[in-house]
């Protein structure tokens, strides 16, 4: 596990430009979206699956045991447990419900559990309130492309998140004890995140190299901007 510099060091550290709030913008009016077809499908779609299943439920209650139509209504309630865990998995993939309503710590948790190796979460993000909507889905999806990339391609063991406040700045730091070698600019999706923490002025920094592990860390502004 990579905690200490290494031969390879990419660091992305953007000027801050009419470009770069523009980009801010267009970013966060895709968060909000994301967000209202978050809200949609689980107020909408989902729920009629959720009632549609209790009507099933209690169609099958009137049902003779063991006979055939019992099987068939078995079969079909499966069926649509199967469609409902896939729609409410699609819903958290455009924007996770546990971020806006438990915050960072909750979310970053939940991607942890869901990863195909031990991860180690860290959170601690003191503060009066909490960070701006834009700076919250930055680190989320950082973490979750972070781990995907692991699972993917890193013959790792395990991984661990630290997220924190240093100063005015969210730092969040995910490293693996796998192979090394992620670049920003490698095609594994690190260089979206990039331009998503560029963005609301940050930096991401990847550092590690063959055989010591990866580091990866972005440092982003929390302070409301203009």
Do not use: W
Request: glycine share 10%.
């Amino acid at each position: 596990m990579l905690l200490q510099a290494s031969p390879l060091v990419e660091h992305v550290a953007p000027e801050p430009t009419c470009c770069t709030r523009c980009s801010a913008r267009i970013i966060e009016a895709g968060d909000r979206e994301r967000r209202r077809l978050e809200r949609d499908l689980h107020d909408g779609a989902q729920q009629r699956l959720v009632s549609l299943a209790l009507q099933l439920g209690t169609l099958g209650a009137r049902l003779a045991p063991g006979s055939e139509e019992e099987r068939l209504l078995n079969a079909a309630r499966q069926e649509l447990g199967d469609a409902l865990r896939e729609l409410r998995d699609l819903a958290h993939g455009i924007h996770p419900a546990v971020l806006t309503d438990r915050g960072l710590g909750a979310a970053l948790d939940s991607v942890a559990a869901r990863a195909s190796l031990p991860v180690d979460v860290d959170v601690a993000v003191a503060l009066e309130r909490r960070p701006p909507a834009a700076v919250e889905v930055a680190a989320y999806y950082l973490v979750a492309e972070a781990l995907t990339n692991i699972a993917k391609h890193a013959c790792a063991t395990r991984a661990t998140v630290h997220a924190f406040v240093a100063g005015r700045r969210l730092v969040v730091v995910v490293t693996d004890d796998g192979i090394g070698g992620a670049r920003i600019d490698g095609g594994s999706g690190l260089r979206g995140l990039a331009d998503r923490v560029e963005a609301l002025g940050g930096t991401l920094r990847v550092s590690g190299g063959p055989g010591t592990g990866t580091c990866l860390r972005a440092e982003i502004p929390i302070a409301e901007r203009d």
